[in-house]
């Protein structure tokens, strides 16, 4: 396991603090009159969920969080347990549930048989990563309001998958529109009704 010295725990790294992995969100290295440099860092643990802020000194040493990815495919969710069902992608019958905690929010965007990757740490899946752009076809949407049609003028409508975001006026039901995840908001249309 690689060493991270305290001035290399920047955003995007992970590393493993207390038996467990961090995604570093935010560090600020300051250095006040005759103190040591110290880095502030904003982390959110990847098991727990949880955002904490730490110091650490010259002297802290983490170590890199080995972090692998498997490919899985979302089978269906249960709003009644609060579970997305997924299975191994190429083998059907491995089935396994995650929570919503550990899907996260995004979780709105995935569509049945979507493949995407499963992020592990020892043997233990942390989280998935969803498509930073996902294509769903538009199943509500209400008639653009005349006189209403401006440019930067926009309607709600329910995709697919249940989620509803603000989009165009022109577009339509049965529309398939690109979404950035991300951001949870319209793209672009990708094919018209």
Do not use: C
């Amino acid at each position: 396991m690689a060493k991270v010295e305290y001035n290399q725990i920047l955003p995007k790294r992970t590393v493993v603090m207390d038996g467990d992995p961090y995604l570093v969100l935010s560090s600020t290295i300051s250095k006040k009159d005759r103190q040591k440099a110290s880095n502030n860092v904003k982390m959110k643990n990847l098991r727990s969920g949880n955002v904490v802020d730490r110091t650490f000194h010259q002297s802290d040493v983490l170590t890199e969080a080995e972090l692998e990815k498997r490919p899985i495919v979302f089978i269906f969710y249960n709003p009644k347990k609060g579970e997305y069902m997924f299975h191994t992608a190429g083998n059907p019958g491995e089935r396994f549930p995650l929570s919503e905690a550990v899907v996260g929010p995004d979780g709105k965007w995935l569509k049945e048989k979507s493949e995407l990757d499963a992020v592990v740490f020892n043997d233990e899946i942390m989280g998935v990563q969803i498509p930073i752009k996902v294509e769903l076809t538009v199943t509500e949407a209400s008639e653009a309001v005349k006189g209403n049609t401006s440019s930067g003028a926009t309607k709600e409508v329910t995709v697919e998958t249940g989620a509803t975001l603000q989009v165009p006026q022109f577009i339509n039901q049965g529309d398939v529109i690109s979404i950035n995840t991300e951001t949870g908001q319209y793209a672009e249309r990708v094919s018209k009704a």
